[in-house]
C-alpha cells in the first residue's frame, strides 16, 4: 500500500487489525492455542509472517548449501558450548578477571530483581535520566523497563523492531525480528500517535527514516547506553555483540557508560571459538553470511566507563537438569522459529513468554511450571526446529520430555486425566478394546477417548470427520482368512 | 521368515483397505505373515501426551503379542517410531528391546531388508505427491531432511519410482509438517488445520492427483482439511500403491 | 555470601557430569577463492557496501571526487586530512555532523564482505556510527580468507574495540523490507588503497586533500 488520504482508501484495502498475543490472567496457564486461533482470524498479518519467515528459513539453507563444512560447523558449536557450560564456573572467573585487568567493572545478579537493581543503581549514581538500549532478551526477561520507569529513568530502545514495539506497549515476537508479526500499516499507526510520522504513510523506507530522525537526538543526549550481548569470550574478556543497524556501537560509544546485560551461558573460552558462532549466527538467522555489525568491547572507550552485569536468573539451576541443560547452549538465533510451522500460524506473541517458538517451549517452564504448562502441547514434534539449530539442541525431544514432567507435576488442565487412564486401560485389554472398537458406528466415539475431553468436535470445526468403514481390518481379517474372530 | 502383522489402532479402525494392502503386499514375497488377533495399540498417543505410565498397558501387551517372530511390520511410521525411540512405559528388559529393534515400518522394511527391486503387478499412471510424516522422516530417517546438509535419498521415493506410469511431483515446501501431531490436532485444531489446509494447496499447486504418505494418520487429517476446503485431490496409502491398488 | 559466591555455588552444584573436551577449531581454508579481491568486492556489494572498483592512481583525486558534495569530512586515515581533528575529539557528541568519515580498516574478509576497524583506526569509536557516509581505506593484501584467519589477527587480543563492518547500517525489521541506513551509515564504500600509496611525499608525511569550494 502506498501513501494517499484516507478518504481515497476502498473499503477492501482498509487496514487489518493487528491481532493481539495472549491474554494474561495473573499465573494462569497461557492459552496459546486460543491466541493462535486470533492471529489466524487476521489473514493479512498471518500470510505475511508465514511468508517472511519461511523466506528467512529459505535463506538459511542457501547458505547452508554454500557451506560444505556446514555441518561440522554445528557439531564444534554444540561441543564447545557444552564443553563451557560443563565447565562454565571456570571460565566465568576467568573471563571476570580478563575483564577487570581491562578496566571493565563486572557485576553479579542472582536474579531478575537484582539485575534491574544494579542497573538502577549505577543509572542512579551517574545521574543519568535517560538510557539507550541495543535489544537484549535479557532485559526483556528481567522486566527492566518497568524498574526503570518506576526509578524515574526513561529508556529509548534504538533498534527498530524494539522500539516499534516498545511504542506499541507489546513485547517482542521474536528474538531477531522483534516486529515481524506487524504489518507496514500497524507500524505507520504506532508511529503516527507517538514520533509525529504521517499515518497515511506506511511506507517502510519512509517509516524507518521517521525512527532514525527521531532517535538520533535521544542518542546524542542520553545519560547512559545499554547493550546485551551475544557472546562473551573468557581468555580475552572481551563482550561480543552482533546487530545489523550498529544501534549497539552507537548505545555503547556515545555516553560515558556503557552498561552490558548478559545471561552467564552466553560465555565461549577463546577467540577462535567465535569464529564458529560468528559464521553461524546470522546464517542461521537471517540467511546472511554475517551481521552488518559484529562488534567486540574489551574495555571502556575512551574517557568512559564500561560496566558488565552477569545474570543468572534460574540458569546455573537449569544447568542441573539433565534431560533439559543443554538449551543452554542456545545462542539466540531464532531459527527455530523461523523454521516451525506452528510459530509461523501462531505470531510469536502468542506464547505470553519472553521466550516464543520452539526454544521457548523448553525453556519457559523452567521459568514458570505453571504458567507455560500449555506450551510443550503448542507442537507437533516434527523435529524441524532441531535440524535448523546451529548448535544442535535436540529441541523436539525436549518438548517431548517436558510433556512427561509436566503430567507428573500435575500441571496439564486440559488433558483429562481420566481420559488418559481409561484410553490406557482400554488398549491393554483386548477383549473389552475389540468389543468397543466393534460396536455399530461407535469407531469413531471410542477412538476419540485418546483424544481431550471434547473428544472429536473440535477436529470437526475446520476439517471434515474420517469416514467409518463397514468393517475393521480385524473383522476382515477373520471373515476372510478364516480363524478365532 | 515369520512376520507379524502389526496393524496400529487407528488403521484398524478407519483404514482397513490399508491393513489389508500390507498384509496382501508382504504375501506376494512368499513370507509367512501372521496377524496377532488380541492386539491393539502400540501405546503412542498417551505416551506424545506425557502420559508414559497411561501406555504401559498397551506397550506391555505389544511385547507379548508380538513375540516370537523375526520381524514386526506395521504400515506406520509414527507408530513405529514411537516403539523404536520411545516406548519408556514399560521396563526396558532385553526381551523388549528385542521387540522394539525387530519393529519395521513397512517401506523401510521392503526398502533394507526385502531390498525390493520391482512391483511388476503394480500400476499407478497418475500425478502422485509424496508426503513424508515428520515421525517418518527425521525419526526413522525415510528420507533426507530439507533442514540438513546430507544428500538426497528417500527409500519410498525409491520404491514408488519402481511403479509403472506413476509420476513424482514435487510441493513447493517438500517437508513441513502438516500438522496432525496426534493430541494437536484438537488442542491447537486452528492452526493444525491451517497447516493441513496449506499442506494440501501446495500439493494441489504441483498437480498433484493424489497424496501419497506411509501415514494413514496424516492422510486422514490432510483429507479431512481437502473435503472442507474442496480441494479435489485424493489419497492413498503407500502399501495400497505397492500393491497394485488400482487409481 | 556475595552474590557472586551464590551464583558460582549454585554452578558448581549443577555441572553437568559429563567429559565434552574443547575441540580444536580448524581454519577451513581449503575452499578459499582463487582471487580473494574479487571474493570480498562480491560479497561487500551483496552486504550493501560499494566497491570503489575505478579508483585512478592518485587516492587524492578519487577520495575528492567522493568527497566533493560533502557537507563534513572528517578523516581518522593517515592518509587523508578532513576539516574536523578527530584527534582532538573529547566528546564523541562533536561528531553528530559529520557527513563523510574516512578510515583506514586492519583488514578485509573476502568470506563476509567485511572490514576490520579498531579504537586505533577510528581515533573516536562513534566517527563510524556518527557520519552519515564511511568510506574505508582497505589495502587489499590484507584481505584474509575468511573469519577464522581474521580472528587469528593480533586485535583481538590487543584493542579495546574491534569492529567488523560488513556493509553499511541495515535493517528489514518492516515487513522484510531492506532499508540500509538503518540508525548507522547510510553507505560504506571501500576503496582498495596499499598502506603506503604512491603520489604521497613520505618524507613530508601526507599531504592533505584540497576540499573543492
Redesign the interface.
Known amino acids: 500500500m502506498t501513501s494517499g488520504t484516507e478518504g481515497d482508501r476502498p473499503d477492501n484495502a482498509k487496514p487489518e487489525p493487528q491481532p493481539r498475543g495472549a491474554r494474561h490472567n495473573g499465573n494462569r496457564p497461557i492459552d496459546?492455542?486460543e491466541a493462535?486461533?486470533r492471529f489466524?482470524a487476521a489473514p493479512r498479518h498471518?500470510q505475511?509472517h508465514d511468508t517472511?519467515l519461511?523466506?528467512l528459513r529459505q535463506r538459511r539453507?542457501d547458505q547452508?548449501?554454500a557451506?560444505?563444512?556446514?555441518?561440522?560447523m554445528r557439531s564444534?558449536a554444540s561441543?564447545?558450548k557444552?564443553?563451557?557450560?560443563?565447565?562454565?564456573?571456570t571460565y566465568?572467573?576467568m573471563f571476570e578477571a580478563n575483564a577487570k585487568a581491562?578496566g571493565v567493572v563486572v557485576h553479579?545478579?542472582?536474579d531478575a530483581a537484582?539485575h534491574n537493581a544494579i542497573v538502577v543503581d549505577l543509572l542512579q549514581r551517574r545521574g543519568a535520566k535517560t538510557l539507550i538500549k541495543s535489544k537484549s532478551m535479557l532485559t526483556e526477561e528481567c522486566g527492566l523497563r518497568a524498574d526503570l520507569a518506576k526509578a524515574g529513568v526513561e529508556v529509548v530502545e534504538?533498534?527498530?523492531?524494539e522500539r516499534?514495539q516498545q511504542l506499541d506497549d507489546e513485547d517482542p515476537s521474536h528474538v531477531v525480528?522483534?516486529?515481524?508479526h506487524?504489518?507496514?500499516t500497524d507500524?505507520a499507526m504506532v508511529f503516527a500517535s507517538t514520533i509525529g510520522s504521517d499515518p497515511n504513510n506506511d511506507d517502510?523506507?519512509y517509516?524507518?527514516g521517521a525512527q532514525?530522525d527521531a532517535?538520533?537526538p535521544l542518542?546524542?543526549n542520553a545519560g547512559a547506553g545499554m547493550t546485551g550481548a551475544n557472546f562473551l569470550v573468557a581468555e580475552?574478556g572481551?563482550v561480543v555483540v552482533c546487530t545489523?543497524?550498529?544501534?549497539a556501537?552507537?548505545c555503547?560509544?556515545?555516553p560515558r557508560l556503557h552498561i552490558v546485560s548478559v545471561g552467564?551461558e552466553k560465555l565461549i573460552?577463546?577467540?577462535?571459538?567465535?569464529?564458529?558462532f560468528?559464521?553461524m549466527l546470522s546464517r542461521s538467522a537471517?540467511g546472511?553470511?554475517?551481521?552488518?555489525?559484529?562488534?567486540?568491547?574489551?574495555?571502556?572507550?575512551?574517557?568512559g566507563e564500561m560496566h558488565v552485569v552477569?545474570v543468572?536468573n534460574g540458569r546455573?539451576?537449569r544447568?542441573?537438569m539433565?534431560e533439559f541443560?543443554t538449551s543452554l547452549k542456545c545462542i539466540r538465533c531464532g531459527a527455530c522459529m523461523n523454521?516451525c510451522?506452528?510459530y509461523r500460524?501462531?505470531g510469536g506473541l502468542s506464547y505470553g513468554a519472553t521466550y516464543s517458538g520452539p526454544i521457548g517451549l523448553i525453556i519457559d517452564p523452567t521459568f514458570n511450571a505453571r504458567k507455560y504448562s500449555n506450551l510443550?502441547?503448542?507442537?507437533?514434534?516434527?523435529?524441524?526446529c532441531?535440524?535448523?539449530c546451529p548448535v544442535k539442541i535436540n529441541i523436539h525431544e525436549q518438548i517431548?520430555a517436558?510433556?512427561?514432567?509436566?503430567?507428573r507435576q500435575h500441571e496439564?488442565p486440559?488433558?483429562k486425566?481420566a481420559a488418559?487412564?481409561a484410553?490406557?486401560?482400554?488398549?491393554?485389554?483386548?477383549a473389552v478394546?475389540r468389543t468397543a472398537?466393534e460396536r455399530t458406528n461407535d469407531?469413531l466415539a471410542?477412538?476419540s477417548r485418546?483424544?481431550?475431553y471434547?473428544?472429536?468436535n473440535?477436529?470437526g470445526?475446520?476439517?471434515?470427520?474420517?469416514?467409518?468403514?463397514a468393517?475393521?481390518?480385524?473383522?476382515?481379517?477373520?471373515r476372510n482368512?478364516g480363524?478365532?474372530? | 521368515m515369520k512376520i507379524g502383522l502389526f496393524?496400529p489402532?487407528?488403521?484398524?479402525?478407519?483404514?482397513?483397505?490399508v491393513?489389508?494392502a500390507t498384509?496382501q503386499l508382504l504375501e506376494r514375497f512368499d513370507l509367512e505373515v501372521v496377524?496377532p488377533?488380541?492386539?491393539?495399540?502400540c501405546?503412542q498417543?498417551?505416551a506424545?501426551?506425557?502420559?508414559?505410565?497411561?501406555?504401559?498397558?498397551?506397550e506391555?501387551?505389544f511385547v507379548r503379542n508380538f513375540d516370537g517372530f523375526d520381524y514386526i511390520v506395521g504400515p506406520s511410521g509414527s507408530c513405529v517410531h514411537h516403539i523404536r525411540h520411545?516406548f519408556t512405559g514399560v521396563e526396558q528388559t532385553a526381551a523388549v528391546n528385542e521387540i522394539r529393534s525387530r519393529t519395521y515400518e513397512l517401506v523401510e522394511f521392503l526398502h533394507d531388508i526385502l531390498k525390493v527391486d520391482a512391483f511388476p503387478w503394480a500400476r499407478f499412471p497418475h500425478k502422485v505427491g509424496l508426503h513424508n510424516s515428520?515421525?517418518t522422516l527425521?525419526?526413522l530417517r525415510h528420507a533426507n531432511?530439507?533442514?540438513?546438509?546430507?544428500p538426497h535419498f528417500s527409500k519410498p521415493e525409491s520404491l514408488l519410482c519402481k511403479v509403472e506410469g506413476l509420476e513424482l511431483v514435487a510441493a513447493s515446501?517438500p517437508?513441513?509438517?502438516c500438522?496432525?501431531?496426534?493430541?494437536?490436532?484438537?488442542?491447537?485444531?486452528?492452526?493444525?488445520?491451517?497447516?493441513?489446509?496449506d499442506k494440501v494447496r501446495d500439493f494441489a499447486q504441483a498437480r498433484a492427483e493424489y497424496i501419497v504418505s506411509a501415514d494413514s494418520s496424516c492422510l486422514?487429517?490432510q483429507?479431512?482439511?481437502a473435503?472442507?476446503d474442496n480441494v479435489a485431490i485424493k489419497f492413498i496409502h503407500i502399501a495400497q500403491i505397492l500393491n497394485g491398488a488400482a487409481s | 555470601m556475595?552474590?557472586?559466591d551464590?551464583?558460582?555455588a549454585?554452578?558448581?552444584?549443577?555441572?553437568?557430569?559429563?567429559e565434552?573436551?574443547?575441540?580444536a577449531?580448524?581454519k577451513?581454508e581449503e575452499?578459499a577463492p582463487a582471487d580473494l579481491v574479487e571474493a570480498f568486492g562480491k560479497?561487500l556489494t551483496r552486504?550493501?557496501g560499494r566497491l570503489v572498483t575505478d579508483p585512478t592512481d592518485d587516492l587524492r583525486v578519487t577520495v575528492r571526487g567522493l568527497l566533493e558534495d560533502s557537507r563534513l569530512v572528517c578523516s581518522a586515515a593517515p592518509e587523508i586530512e578532513g576539516e574536523l581533528d578527530v584527534a582532538a575529539v573529547?566528546?564523541?557528541?562533536v561528531l553528530?555532523d559529520v557527513d563523510h568519515a574516512v578510515v583506514r580498516a586492519c583488514c578485509g574478509v573476502a568470506?563476509?564482505?567485511?572490514v576490520l576497524l579498531t579504537?586505533v583506526d577510528l581515533k573516536?569509536?562513534?566517527l563510524?556510527?556518527?557520519a552519515q557516509h564511511l568510506i574505508v581505506l582497505l589495502d587489499p593484501a590484507d584481505i584474509v580468507v575468511?573469519?577464522?584467519s581474521?580472528?587469528?589477527r593480533p586485535e583481538?587480543?590487543e584493542?579495546?574495540?574491534?569492529?567488523?563492518?560488513?556493509?553499511?547500517?541495515?535493517?528489514?525489521?518492516?515487513?522484510?523490507?531492506l532499508?540500509l541506513?538503518?540508525?548507522?551509515?547510510r553507505s560504506l564504500s571501500v576503496l582498495l588503497v596499499p598502506r603506503n600509496p604512491i603520489g604521497f611525499d613520505q618524507a613530508q608525511g601526507a599531504r592533505p586533500v584540497q576540499r573543492l569550494v
Not at chain 1, 158 to 161: Q, R, V
Not at chain 1, 402 to 407: G, Y
Not at chain 2, 181 to 191: H, K, R, T
Open positions: 496459546q492455542a493462535a486461533e489466524l498471518q505475511q517472511r519461511w523466506t539453507d547452508m548449501w557451506m560444505p563444512e556446514w555441518e561440522e564444534l561441543a564447545i557444552e564443553h563451557t557450560l560443563s565447565h562454565l564456573d566465568l572467573e581491562n553479579w545478579a542472582k537484582e534504538t533498534d527498530l523492531g516499534i525480528v522483534p516486529a515481524v506487524k504489518l507496514r507500524v517502510p523506507p517509516l524507518a532514525r532517535t538520533r542518542i546524542l580475552t572481551a545489523n543497524e550498529g544501534n556501537d552507537l555503547a560509544n556515545i552467564i573460552p577463546r577467540t577462535e571459538d567465535l569464529a564458529i560468528v559464521r537471517l546472511s553470511p554475517i551481521t552488518q555489525y559484529t562488534s567486540h568491547f574489551r574495555g571502556p572507550r575512551k574517557g552477569l543468572d546455573s539451576e544447568l542441573g539433565e541443560w523454521t510451522p506452528v500460524r501462531s510443550p502441547f503448542a507442537s507437533t514434534l516434527n523435529g524441524s532441531t535440524n535448523v517431548y517436558w510433556r512427561k514432567v509436566l503430567v496439564t486440559f488433558v486425566r488418559m487412564k484410553a490406557g486401560a482400554l488398549f491393554a485389554r483386548p478394546y472398537v469407531a471410542s477412538l485418546f483424544a481431550i471434547n473428544g472429536l473440535a477436529w470445526k475446520n476439517r471434515e470427520m474420517p469416514h467409518p468403514p468393517e475393521t481390518f480385524h473383522q476382515w481379517y477373520f482368512r480363524g478365532r474372530p | 496393524i489402532c487407528f488403521i484398524d479402525a478407519f483404514f482397513p483397505e491393513g489389508i498384509l496377524y488377533p488380541d492386539q491393539t495399540c501405546g498417543p498417551m506424545n501426551s506425557g502420559f508414559e505410565t497411561d501406555a504401559s498397558g498397551a506391555a501387551l520411545h515428520c515421525g527425521r525419526g531432511a530439507s533442514e540438513l546438509r546430507e515446501r517437508d513441513e509438517c500438522g496432525f501431531g496426534g493430541l494437536f490436532s484438537v488442542v491447537n485444531e486452528s492452526v493444525s488445520a491451517k497447516m493441513g489446509s486422514m487429517h483429507r479431512g482439511c473435503e472442507r | 556475595s552474590s557472586r551464590i551464583i558460582l549454585s554452578i558448581r552444584a549443577n555441572l553437568p557430569k559429563l565434552r573436551s574443547l575441540p577449531v580448524p577451513f575452499n560479497t552486504m550493501g573529547a566528546d564523541p557528541r553528530a568470506e563476509t564482505g567485511s579504537d573516536v569509536n562513534a563510524a556510527y556518527l575468511n573469519i577464522h581474521a580472528y587469528a583481538f587480543r584493542r579495546r574495540y574491534a569492529v567488523f563492518h560488513s556493509g553499511p547500517s541495515a535493517t528489514a525489521d518492516i515487513e522484510g523490507v532499508i541506513g538503518a540508525q548507522g551509515v
